[in-house]
Structure formats: C-alpha cells, structure tokens
C-alpha cells in the first residue's frame, strides 16, 4: 500500500511540476509585464505619424517614424514626440556624457526635466512626452 502511494504521489509530482513552472515563467513574461504596457502608454500618447526616439524593440509594437537616437537628437537636431528611454540606457548615457561633454549632458537634463515629462514608467522604460516645437 505504501508503495503505492509513493507511486501516485510521484506520479501527481510529474504531472504537476510543468504546470507549476509554466505559471511561473508566464508571471515573469517581460513581455506581457514591461514592454507591451510601455508600447500601450506610447501609443497613448500621440498619433503613429509623429517621430518617436525609442529601442529598436519599440519598432515591432508601434508603426510609424521611428528613430534609435542615444544621443537625444543633440547631434541630428530631429524633434521628436515621444522618447522612450530604457532605464539602464539613461544611467550609461548620462554618465558617460557628463564626464566627457558636459554641454551635451545639460541639454539632455534639459530636455529630460523641462521639455519632455514622463508619462509612464516601469521597471525598465520611461516613456516621456515632449512638447511639439521643443527642439531637442
């Protein structure tokens, strides 16, 4: 009898452990919990024809013109609706400019305190919005 039990018991496990990790793993799907959330709140905010800075990942949510510009637009002077910065991204670019071109990193802070405002924020993007004839 007791050996039957552990039969059932180990049988229970077996089938109960993919379902366990398969919750698990779709919890944590970044996909659903970090980007598709920050792609809503972009897309919220201003019509798909309007120039947006963000990752190259924001190119398979949102349509429309797109730009990769870690530079804010400082060296291209493009404007620019929406900026979507990934937190890591900013911390490195900040510190990088601040050490080698301080004019560059006051006109980031600049446009990042007073041009731009942030509307959404997650664990790994901020999404600002900035005001249409700012240019940046």
């Given at each position: 009898?007791?050996?039957?039990?552990?039969?059932?018991?180990?049988?229970?496990?077996?089938?109960?452990?993919?379902?366990?990790?398969?919750?698990?793993?779709?919890?944590?799907?970044?996909?659903?919990?970090?980007?598709?959330?920050?792609v809503?709140?972009?897309?919220?905010?201003?019509?798909?024809?309007?120039?947006?800075?963000?990752?190259?990942?924001?190119?398979?949510?949102?349509?429309?013109?797109?730009?990769?510009?870690?530079?804010?637009?400082?060296?291209?002077?493009?404007?620019?609706?929406?900026?979507?910065?990934?937190?890591?991204?900013?911390?490195?670019?900040?510190?990088?400019?601040?050490?080698?071109?301080?004019?560059?990193?006051?006109?980031?802070?600049?446009?990042?305190?007073?041009?731009?405002?942030p509307?959404?924020?997650?664990s790994?993007?901020?999404?600002?919005?900035?005001?249409?004839?700012?240019?940046?």
């Amino acid at each position: 009898m007791r050996s039957l039990s552990l039969i059932l018991g180990g049988m229970i496990l077996h089938a109960a452990f993919p379902l366990l990790a398969s919750a698990a793993v779709s919890r944590r799907n970044p996909i659903e919990t970090v980007y598709r959330p920050a792609v809503a709140a972009l897309q919220s905010l201003h019509a798909q024809d309007q120039r947006v800075f963000a990752p190259p990942e924001f190119i398979f949510g949102r349509p429309g013109p797109y730009v990769f510009d870690a530079r804010f637009g400082n060296i291209s002077h493009r404007q620019t609706a929406s900026i979507v910065i990934e937190k890591t991204d900013l911390k490195g670019t900040l510190n990088g400019v601040q050490i080698h071109n301080v004019g560059r990193y006051n006109r980031i802070e600049t446009l990042l305190q007073k041009v731009c405002s942030p509307q959404f924020e997650n664990s790994h993007y901020i999404v600002y919005s900035c005001r249409p004839s700012s240019p940046l």
